[in-house]
């Protein structure tokens, strides 16, 4: 799909895609519309698919200095090496899983490092996140760890006095 030798536009792709979910006017995840305009169940309409494509596309085409991409080149060792770790926002509740679906397959896969795929209860997805629900975790090459955030610290050290 990608060029070869351009590996890390499927990088830069994932990065759209994800940000894309994010819904900057309501505060939470983006709702999808079927062709007819109604809302959409479904995260990843057809739509919502050209629409990243053309954020790439149009981001690309604006000639953006090589150095705020270059880094998606490098793997995760790569990451390590020139930046000495590798570090992120994430929601608290990282990793998501087990992942969880409407219908749960018969047989699951019983691959190494596959979660138990197990059903979606019946509730109301959140729609408005806060810092509240975000953590700054490190990532190792087999495990991520929560960094202990500012609040904490700062409890911790009032506390001491």
């Given at each position: 799909m990608y060029e070869r030798g351009k590996e890390w536009l499927a990088k830069l792709d994932t990065i759209v895609h994800e940000l894309y979910h994010v819904d900057?006017?309501?505060?939470g995840i983006?709702?999808?519309?079927?062709?007819?305009?109604?809302?959409?169940?479904?995260?990843?309409?057809?739509?919502?698919?050209?629409?990243?494509?053309?954020?790439v596309r149009e981001y690309l085409a604006s000639k953006p200095d090589p150095a705020a991409y270059e880094f998606l080149s490098l793997d995760f060792d790569g990451l390590v090496r020139r930046c000495g770790g590798v570090s992120a926002t994430?929601?608290?509740?990282?990793?998501?899983?087990?992942q969880r679906y409407r219908e749960r397959l018969a047989e699951q896969p019983r691959a190494p490092r596959v979660a138990q795929v197990v059903p979606l209860p019946e509730r109301t997805?959140?729609?408005l996140y806060t810092e509240a629900d975000l953590a700054e975790r490190e990532f190792t090459a087999h495990s991520a760890r929560?960094?202990?955030?500012?609040?904490?610290?700062?409890r911790r050290s009032s506390a001491r006095g």
């Open positions: 900057p006017h309501e505060g983006r709702q999808s519309a079927k062709g007819d305009g109604r809302p959409s169940a479904q995260a990843h309409s057809p739509q919502f698919f050209r629409d990243v494509q053309r954020i994430a929601f608290r509740d990282f990793p998501a899983f087990p997805r959140q729609r929560r960094l202990e955030d500012r609040s904490s610290r700062q």
